[in-house]
């Protein structure tokens, strides 16, 4: 028998039955002989909660203090478990992300995992304990504790499961498996089977929030069988693995979409030559993600360059740019906010050209005015304004054949 790595998510560890409930998980999967290691998030709603606090101490909360306040939510969960585990009379033992060996960059609030030192985990694992880790946690090389980013349990989790050379990693939520779009608000989303590492990893970093895109990068690039499954009902959910077939004649397998995305504009760069690379360095250097880029040549010979950036990250950047101003060279920055982009992803896109026309066609046909387009062999994403991201992904995914009523027809 191998080492499976469980990960409840928030809602799953939302309450007192709920650990009870999910303890009872871990305990069936113990019982078949293997060896447990369970990631767990903050209970339900308690991360959103503890963001809110620090804003009542202050509007720009440094992100080091965030990084201490957030773990500590994971923290909670990661006990009671153990405890809910030694009543029931199994061995069990919680660590910290730190303890279970996480290390990560040197970066606060969305720091990648460098390495994760097993030593600990193996030894209690050999003591036939269960362990529980926090998730969303791990140390830098100074001893600062730092967190992977929003939903980021799920990367702890399939790192552990990468490190330890674990058989599976199951990722247990509210949803029963990877759905071909957020079933939240697409009636017609259907369940999938399978589905590829890299078709995942697109949807997951185009918005798809059912698993962190760094966990899939992981299980992908470690070979990691993954699964997305219900932590209420026993479904055999969905498998994320090398080569999913595709179902029917899909071209596209699903949809995806993310609001507060933001359009800045640097109006005016002087050097096109020396102001391009300049802006985007001078972001990355600042961790800031930079997403759809769009440059345009205007009359007067100079340049404005259009990207897209998440919301949470607009005052930083016009931060940063303001402070940058000389030294890029330009004449004002403007940005447009309230926008969301919506994105279709199969890697049957390569050889059908026409799927990006039929995107446009659609949007169209609902009056939805794209505000900017960016593609790649298995994706097409278009800006659109927030209010209209719903009406776009529903006419979207009926478009492309994929409700639930379609595909059984
Ligand atoms: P957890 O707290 O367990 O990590 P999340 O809220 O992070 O749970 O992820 C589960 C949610 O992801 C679902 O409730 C669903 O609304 C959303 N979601 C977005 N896209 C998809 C998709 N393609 N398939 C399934 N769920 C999706
Ligand atoms: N608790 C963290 C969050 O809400 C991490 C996670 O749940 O994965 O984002
Ligand atoms: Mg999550």
């Known amino acids: 028998m191998g080492i499976i790595v469980q990960k409840f998510g928030g809602t799953s560890v939302g309450s007192v039955e709920k650990i009870h409930h999910v303890a009872n998980r871990v305990i069936l999967e113990k019982e078949k002989g293997n060896d447990v290691i369970v990631v767990v998030s903050a209970m339900g709603k308690t991360t959103d909660e503890l963001v809110r606090l620090a804003g009542e101490m202050t509007s720009r909360p440094e992100k080091r203090e965030m990084d201490m306040l957030l773990t500590t939510g994971e923290q909670m969960s990661m006990s009671l478990l153990a405890m809910a585990l030694q009543n029931r009379g199994y061995k069990s033992t919680s660590l910290t992300g730190w303890q279970a060996g996480i290390r990560t960059e040197a970066v606060f609030s969305n720091a990648r995992i460098t390495e994760v030192k097993t030593n600990r985990v193996e030894s209690l694992l ?4 269960v362990i529980v880790v926090a998730g969303f ?13 929003r939903g980021g349990s799920d990367t ?11 058989e599976r990693c199951d990722i247990y939520t509210d949803v029963d498996g990877v759905y071909s779009t957020d079933p939240r608000y697409v009636t017609g989303a259907r369940k999938l089977n399978g589905i590829s590492y890299d078709e995942m990893l697109e949807l997951a970093n185009l918005g798809a929030g059912v698993l962190h895109p760094r966990a899939v990068e992981f299980a992908k690039n470690y070979g990691i069988k993954l699964t997305v499954r219900s932590s209420m009902e026993e479904t055999e959910g969905t498998l994320i693995e090398e080569d999913a077939p595709m179902e029917e004649h899909l071209v596209v397998r699903g949809v995806a979409f993310d609001k507060d995305i933001v359009r800045m504009t640097v109006v005016g760069l002087e050097n096109e030559l020396t102001g391009f690379p300049a802006v985007f360095s001078i972001l990355a250097e600042n961790h800031i993600d930079v997403d759809i880029i769009i440059q345009s040549k205007l009359d007067t010979g100079k340049v404005n360059l259009s990207f897209s950036i998440k919301e949470s990250s607009l005052d930083e950047t016009l931060q940063i740019l303001g402070r940058h101003k000389d030294e890029i060279g330009y004449q004002e920055i403007e940005h ?6 919506v994105s279709i992803v199969g890697s049957g896109m390569v050889s059908n050209p026409g799927v990006a026309a039929q995107m446009f066609s659609v949007l169209a046909k609902h009056e939805i005015q794209v505000k900017m387009v960016s593609t790649s062999e298995i994706k097409v994403s278009v800006v659109v304004d927030s209010n209209e991201m719903i009406k776009a992904a529903n006419a979207i995914h009926e478009s492309f054949g994929l409700n639930r009523s379609a595909v059984e027809a």
Do not use: F, P, W
């Open 156 to 166: 702890t989790a399939v790192a552990l499961a990468a490190a330890i050379n674990a």
């Open 137 to 149: 946690q791990g140390m830098d090389e100074n001893g600062e504790i730092t967190t992977l980013g």
């Open 126 to 129: 050999n003591e036939g304990r």
């Open 336 to 341: 447009e906010t309230n926008l969301s982009k």
